[in-house]
């Protein structure tokens, strides 16, 4: 692109710069014309390559709208309202809003984003800061014709510039890796925590986050997002817990067209049974259509609509206190160290958050629900060749691993337990030859040839030449979707590096 007026020595000001930017936009859109030409002349084929390409430019140009979204603010927040009220509105986010035609709530992204940038960008040496030169500063004697007394006072040293907060995040927004609205998740969750979390444990989670990010979408990231919360901040979470559990309800009404209407928020431990009771006939109704296709052609919230009534209809009929999930449970999952000191967090099955120690120590007197402290009571999980199914304990295990489906985070009733070398291949049925998938990931792993490796505490999923020519193994499992290690047991560097995630495995 010819952009010689970008550097046209005539001193402009500020006229000239804006010129130059509107230039560089009226280049950029005709740019744009010509990818929308081409793409509507695209294969279907080399789609996804587009995308990536197009997806790419939009985070470019969203650094661009987050960099002015910001300077709107810097020229708002003056007395008077500055630039906001020159337009007539009350904020600079009204006024990014309504010029975007978007929400407040992203323009508050913008503006965060912009103002992580604007930190990486004052963090920056300039053109025309001094160059500290120890051979010549302050040194007489490199003069000795020259009269000491006559020397100018030796200039002050100039004051460093501040850093980002979050350098890791400012510098893959900057590089284009992550989108505007995952780095303003992470900026705005680690902003939130209390003075009392560690700067060091704030920087730690900045760069795992930025990692994570990678790959996955904006609202499956922010669960994410809410787990860091929890793990960097227990005290914080358990008081949240408890403002949830006062909040919990349940409505029912009839509304005009004669539907029942429920409208119900319930806090992880009154939710979990429900959850995981819904979750298995939905499972399992979803696997029968996947059995016989056709069969079913029931949405799946019409689905879970039926399996609630199948519940109450079992219920009102039932007259024995035999389950009706005799092979379902919920497992409540907590470290044997967590739970003697009462420290840390715990997660239950089918919910995002995670939960406290105390709720734990509750949970776990329920009948219907499974403490997973595995090893702790010696059941055997390596059982090789000698049978198919994966035991209840192995799948606690891979539950414990894997979280859910490893592929994609898909709850852990929705996902059957696989060989992945065949049984019938001579695969044996142990947790490095296992894998927990939804029938969807299972499906794509197997018809497309992605390969899987897995350890007790790991688990890899290495790409087709025809997804990525490059064959970068991608993380699943926990250490991709789930809640991290609680920082103060596993970031301190007295663990011998055995808690570190192991390097990503070979192509094969």
């Known amino acids: 692109m010819d952009a010689s007026y970008l550097f046209d020595a005539d001193p402009g ?41 197009a997806a790419q430019l939009a985070r470019e140009v969203d650094m661009v709208l987050a960099r002015t979204a910001r300077d709107i603010e810097t020229g ?13 509105h009350r904020s600079a986010a009204d006024l990014v809003a309504a010029t975007m035609g978007t929400t407040r709530a992203e323009a508050f992204r913008l503006i965060e984003v912009g103002r992580a940038l604007e930190e990486m960008e004052s963090g920056r040496p300039g053109p025309d800061d001094p160059e500290d030169d120890p051979d010549d500063a302050g040194d007489p004697d490199n003069n000795p014709d020259d009269d000491p007394d006559d020397d100018p006072p030796p200039a002050p040293k100039p004051k460093p510039k501040p850093q980002p907060r979050y350098p890791a995040v400012a510098a893959a927004l900057d590089a284009g890796e992550i989108s505007a609205d995952c780095g303003a998740q992470i900026i705005t969750m680690l902003d939130s925590l209390s003075p009392d979390v560690p700067a060091e444990f704030k920087q730690d989670a900045a760069a795992q986050l930025v990692e994570r990010a990678k790959g996955l979408d904006a609202t499956r990231f922010a669960r ?79 689905m879970r609509a039926d399996s609630l009534a199948d519940l109450a209809r079992h219920a009102l009929g039932c007259e024995t206190t035999t389950a009706l999930f005799g092979t379902t449970t919920v497992v409540v999952r907590a470290t044997a160290t967590d739970l003697q000191h009462g420290t840390g967090l715990g997660e239950v099955d089918g919910c995002t958050q995670p939960i406290g120690m105390t709720t734990v120590h509750r949970m776990f007197t329920a009948g219907i629900l499974v403490p997973a402290l595995v090893g702790d009571n010696g059941e055997v999980l390596n059982l090789g060749r000698r049978q198919y199914p994966f035991s209840r304990a192995q799948r606690v295990a891979l539950g414990e691993r894997d979280g859910g ?7 852990p009733a929705w996902c059957e ?5 065949y049984w019938s291949r001579g695969g044996r049925t142990d947790l490095a ?14 018809d497309q040839g992605w390969q899987i490796r897995a350890t007790d505490t790991e688990i890899w999923f290495i790409p087709p030449a025809s997804v990525d020519t490059s064959r970068t193994p991608r993380q699943g499992g926990r250490a991709r979707f789930g809640t991290p290690r609680p920082w103060n047991t596993t970031r301190t560097g007295d663990n011998n590096g055995e808690d570190e995630p192991g390097a990503p495995p070979e192509p094969s």
């Open 224 to 302: 994410v997002v809410g787990r860091f919360k929890a793990a960097l901040d227990v005290e914080q979470h358990e008081r949240n817990l408890t403002r949830m559990r006062s909040r919990r309800h349940l409505r029912i009404y009839e509304n005009r067209a004669g539907m029942l209407v429920l409208n119900a928020e319930l806090d992880p431990e009154t939710a979990a049974p429900v959850r995981a009771a819904l979750d298995k006939l939905v499972g399992d109704a979803m696997r029968a259509s996947r059995d016989i296709p056709g069969l079913d052609g029931r949405t799946t919230d019409q």
């Open 76 to 88: 708002s927040d003056v007395p008077g309202g500055g630039v906001a009220k020159q337009h007539g």
């Open 13 to 53: 000001g500020a006229a000239a710069g804006v010129d130059a930017f509107g230039h560089a936009c009226r280049d950029a859109r005709a740019a744009v014309g010509t990818m929308r030409g081409l793409a509507a002349l695209g294969d279907a084929g080399a789609a996804v390559a587009r995308l990536g390409d």
């Open 405 to 411: 489906c490893a592929f994609c985070g898909a709850p």
């Open 417 to 421: 337990a696989h060989h992945i070398v």
């Open 433 to 446: 030859n296992g894998v927990l998938l939804c029938s969807h990931c299972h499906h794509v792993i197997h």
